[in-house]
């Protein structure tokens, strides 16, 4: 079947510009989250929802970071005035979620390059 | 911050030799996973294993758990080059459901 897809790919944009990541999850998938990994870096956690709701929103880095989800399904992640340091891989992940921990299933990813 | 901190950072082999990576938390967790990821793009899930388990195998990796030295590796028998890549480890701690991730091994197999 279908994996999670992200959108778009590759992304350069001017500093100060607002971006706007997508990320398509599996279906049936009700976990949904977004990490950031900076060149030969971990992931850092941004945020994760649970269906629609966002239990925790922990990880973003400012108030210029914001995420939503709809329909249980397609989440966006908006960045506003971008700055050069949001220069980075933003990968979006989705699994089940249920009494036990399952596996996460990852996009490939959505390459950001402020200039 | 990171829970899990993967050892070494990078690992250079010849292909047909064995690769071991190891990974330190310092919390209890409920469970931890591998994955492996290629050219700085998506993860792939590789294996789970929780806390009550103490070895699990896939094909040609074996994975192991010591919750008393908080510890976990990860063996690649018979490397191939299509081994290179990072590994990553993260670990889930008490109702969280969100995986912590390691800075990741890089792995490189020579032919």
């Known amino acids: 079947g279908a994996g999670v897809s992200q959108s778009p790919s590759n992304k350069v944009t001017e500093k100060g510009k607002d971006v706007e990541l997508r990320c398509d999850p599996i279906s049936g998938h009700t976990a949904l989250y977004w990490y950031r990994q900076s060149l030969g870096q971990g992931l850092e956690f941004l945020i994760y929802?649970?269906?629609?709701?966002?239990?925790?929103k922990s990880g973003l880095p400012s108030d210029r970071f914001s995420a939503e989800r709809t329909g249980g399904s397609v989440s966006t992640l908006t960045i506003q005035r971008t700055q050069q340091e949001d220069s980075a891989v933003y990968l979006c992940?989705?699994?089940?979620?249920?009494?036990?921990?399952?596996?996460?299933?990852f996009g490939p990813g959505t390459r950001l390059t402020v200039t | 911050s990171q829970q899990g901190e993967e050892d070494p950072q990078a690992l250079s082999i010849q292909e047909g030799e064995n690769a071991t990576m190891n990974c330190s938390y310092k919390t209890s967790i409920n469970n931890l996973q591998w994955y492996r990821q290629n050219s700085g793009r998506g993860l792939v899930h590789l294996i789970l294993?929780?806390?009550?388990?103490r070895e699990k195998h896939s094909g040609r990796l074996r994975v192991t758990l010591d919750t008393s030295k908080k510890s976990s590796s990860l063996l690649i028998t018979a490397s191939r080059a299509a081994d290179t890549a990072s590994y990553f480890c993260?670990?889930?701690?008490?109702?969280?459901?969100?995986?912590?991730f390691g800075r990741g091994t890089s792995l490189i197999v020579h032919p």
């Open positions: 294993i929780r806390s009550n388990e």
């Open positions: 993260a670990t889930e701690s008490g109702g969280s459901y969100i995986p912590t």
């Open positions: 929802f649970q269906g629609n709701s966002a239990p925790d």
């Open positions: 992940a989705s699994s089940l979620l249920g009494r036990e921990t399952y596996e996460q299933y």
